[in-house]
Structure formats: structure tokens, C-alpha cells
């Protein structure tokens, strides 16, 4: 029974590591940081499906690369999501910020500066998380985070006290599992001038998707965000939270795009905005491969 | 070659008075500042440097692996040094990861009976490890063979540190002055 219970607290999604985590940005000084998180990536590294997962998404973006340079490669994404959740952990626990540096920074006022709602989309790709934390705070423009549940019920309740405890209360997190509530909420959202920020490079399980083309294969991207921008004739920015090393972050902004309807088929116009996302994540995607923090196979044959 | 922005070499990003002297002798050195430019944002925190944070991270990583070295030759006097210093490396290693579990928890107990607070512990952990690895630096010192030096070679950096942060007080103005010109915090609340 105590076993089965440390089981679940410290499998892959259990609670214990979110809790370590918290109680470690304040104990572990920072010039230890960088073995702590070394070993805590080597040792996530036996999480065998995660791993295979980074892989199989390594050997599309490095097609014909040897085993041991993908395993490599699968440690550096490892390392990587480590430092993002502690720095993530780091802001919301003793307000730690990094240094930022902006690429496309007239698409990022342009964003910040329009009394308009916008839909911002990103990737799960460095610190989202720790993105939309500060600029929510900076801004005072409601933001709601769109993502999927927790695997385990009391890691999402730990998160979600979290967040209420340390966050302002302009960020919220809608689950993308009650789909149809949610779209209501978001559009009101957008309607009222507030940004919604969603990951469009993983569909859920309830989630409409789209076929697209990443790396020459096959995917399933989400079509949410673009029939919520269609539904809404809100802009959508493509926005990446880039770490380029010890706190310090790069945000790339691309050009806001719109999908609007042109014809009596409302699938292609979506279809259309989904391709031309899957060119915009391949290209960020292929340059900070050791960002992208997929743990599932996003090539539709591999992910079945 | 990366543009640097004056803020990321304000002595206001680093917490060891060695490397808060020497940003301060470099901004200088360099004379006037470059103009800002609007897309970086430098944030002024004394362990923002992430120099700092390796330089001290990997120089505590090897002063213990040599003390821990030391101690299995003295052990087991059949081993080679190469042999030594790989079982010290790792064994510096696993304590470097582990010895702010083993001090977390006591602290843990102080900081719910409210002696303690919660942001005040990191802090207390530093200090700890600083004074367990000059107490050890002490112990070196006294020994015969190589050690003595890597003992001699802590305690002076130590004795520098110390005498680089008495600079550091008398400049206190200058310092502050320097911070102020070469901008940064934009972020801070």
C-alpha cells in the first residue's frame, strides 16, 4: 500500500517531483544548479517512453543520424525541459527572472500594444510556461492558458494551487478536455481584449486535428486555434519561449496571421492556416530541436 | 560576435566579490556605454551571471573531487591517482547532489517551527557548504603531499575574495554609480 502510494507520487506525472522541485529552487544555491539539474535529466532519461519519444522526433529532424548521437541529443532535450521547469519553478516561487532577448520585436508590440484579444500560439517549446507567468503580470491583460489535464488528478490540483497561491489572478488555465465550454470561455476571452495562448504542435485526445506535413511526414496538428480564430476574427501570433542558457530566454514573434472564411468549405481555409503553421514550427523547431519538449511521436504513423 | 548589452556587465549581476570587482574595473576600463538597444531586457540580480554561477559551480566540483582523491589514496594507498581522482569525481558528485537533501531536512524541521524563513534557506545552505569546504581546505593545508597545495590554493582564493570584497565596500559609491549607468532591471517590480 505505501509502496503502491510512492509509486504514483514518483512515477513520470506523479506529484512528488513537482513537489521536490518547489522545495528545491529554494534549498539547492545556485552554483549547484547545474549538477542537480544534469543528474535529475540523466535520471528521467529512464523514463523509456518519453525517451523513445524524443527520439523518434530527433530522427525526423536529423534523418540517418546514429543512435548514439540521437541519445545525446535526447539528453541535451532532457537537460533543457529540466532547467525550463526549475527556472518556471524559480519565477513563481522567488520571483526569479531571466534576461530576455526579442526576435520580431515590432510583431511583439504590435501584440502588447492592441487593445484587440489575441490568440497567441506556441509550441511545447522551452518555457512557456515562465512566458506567459511574466508578461501576463507585466501587461495586466487577462491571458488564459489553454492546455491539456495532468496524467495524475493531485499533480494538476499541486499545479493549479500552486499557480493560484504565487500567480496573478489574470492567468488562467482552461483544459482543453471539456472542448466545448472552454471555446465559449475563450472566445469571450478574446472578445474582452485578453490573449489566449495555446500549444499547437500536440492534439488531445478530444481535440479536433488536421493532416499537415512536418519534415517531410505525416502529422496531426490541432485545428483549435484556427477555428477559434476563425469563430473570433481574432489575429494569431506565433510566439516561441526560447532558453538560450542559464536564465536566459529568447522570444521569437512571427507575423500575426488571420483565417477567415473564403468559401462555403470551412475545412479548407483551415487546412490552409494549419499548413502554413507546420512551415512556421518546422522552421523554429529544426533550428532549437533541443527545445522542442515532445515526449510523444508527433509522425502519424509512429504515433498510433 | 553576439552584441552585448551594458547591463550584462553590471557588477550588480554577481554576488562574489572577485567577480563584482572585476565587472566594475572592466564597465571602467570600457568607458561609455553602448546605446541600449529596446529588444533585450537585462535583468539586475547578484546571481544573474551565469559566468559566475559555472565559474563557482565547477571550481567547488574540483576542490572536492581533489580532497575526496586525497582521502581514498590515503585509504587505500594501492590505488593509482588516475584510479583516485575517478572515484573522487564521482563521489563529489553524488555529494554535490546530495548534500542539500541531507541538510534540507533538518532545516526543513527549523523553518516550521518558525525559526527560519522558507526564502532564507538556500542562503543557510551556501554557507553551510562554504564553511564545511574551508574547514576541509584547513585540513588539506596541514597534510604532506600534493593536497597541501590544492589547501594553500582554496584558502588563498578565499583570502582574495575577502580582500577584493573590503574594495568592494570602500567603492561602495562607485560601484553603485557604474550599476546605474550601464542600466539593466527593467523587469523588476
Known sequence: MIFSDF?????????GWRKLLSWGVHNVPSHLEPFVIATWAAIFMLWREGR??????????????????????????????????????????????????????????????SKEGAIILTAHMGNYDLGSFLFSEKLKRPLTVVRAPEAEEDTGEFIDTERERTLSSDIKVGYNASSDSLAIELIETLRSGGFVAIQGDLVSPTASAMSSSLFGKKV???????????????LIYPLFVV?????????????????????????????????AWAVQLETVVRKYWFQWFMFTPVEEESAR | MRWRHPAERSPARHKLALFKLTAFLSAVMQGS????????????????????????????????TAYISFFF?????????????????????????????????????????GLIELRQMGSIQT???????????????VQDGWIHYAGVLWLSV??????????????GSRIREVEARLGGNEFVN
Open chain 1, 7 to 15: 509509486k504514483r507520487r514518483f512515477g513520470v506525472h506523479g506529484v
Open chain 2, 158 to 171: 578565499i583570502v582574495c575574495n575577502g580582500l577584493a570584497q573590503v574594495l568592494v565596500l570602500l567603492l
Open chain 1, 220 to 234: 496531426r496538428l490541432p485545428a483549435g486555434p484556427f477555428a477559434l480564430a476563425m469563430a473570433s476574427r481574432a
Open chain 2, 33 to 64: 556605454p553602448q546605446p541600449r538597444e529596446e529588444n533585450f531586457v537585462f535583468v539586475l540580480d547578484e546571481e544573474q551571471s551565469a559566468t559566475e554561477c559555472y565559474a563557482r559551480g565547477f571550481a567547488l566540483l574540483t576542490i572536492v
Open chain 2, 127 to 141: 554557507v553551510t557548504i562554504d564553511i564545511l569546504v574551508m574547514l576541509a581546505s584547513v585540513w588539506a593545508y
Open chain 1, 52 to 113: 523513445k519519444g524524443v527520439s523518434k522526433n530527433l530522427r525526423l529532424i536529423f534523418p540517418g543520424s546514429s543512435e548514439i548521437a540521437t541519445f545525446f541529443r535526447a539528453y541535451r532535450v532532457f537537460a533543457s525541459h529540466a532547467w525550463s521547469l526549475s527556472d518556471s519553478s524559480r519565477f513563481q516561487e522567488r520571483r526569479t527572472i531571466p534576461d530576455w532577448e526579442f526576435v520580431g520585436f515590432d510583431h511583439f508590440q504590435r501584440l502588447i500594444r
Open chain 2, 73 to 113: 589514496q590515503q585509504l587505500i594507498p594501492s590505488i593509482g591517482f588516475p584510479t583516485a581522482f575517478a572515484s573522487g569525481l564521482a563521489a563529489a558528485w553524488v555529494a554535490l547532489n546530495t548534500v542539500f537533501l541531507l541538510m534540507g531536512v533538518p532545516l526543513e524541521m527549523v523553518r516550521r517551527a
Open chain 1, 243 to 275: 532558453r538560450m542558457g542559464r536564465r536566459s530566454y529568447r522570444i521569437i514573434t512571427l507575423p500575426p496571421g488571420s483565417v477567415h472564411r473564403t468559401g462555403r468549405d470551412r475545412a479548407v481555409d483551415l487546412q490552409r492556416a494549419v499548413d
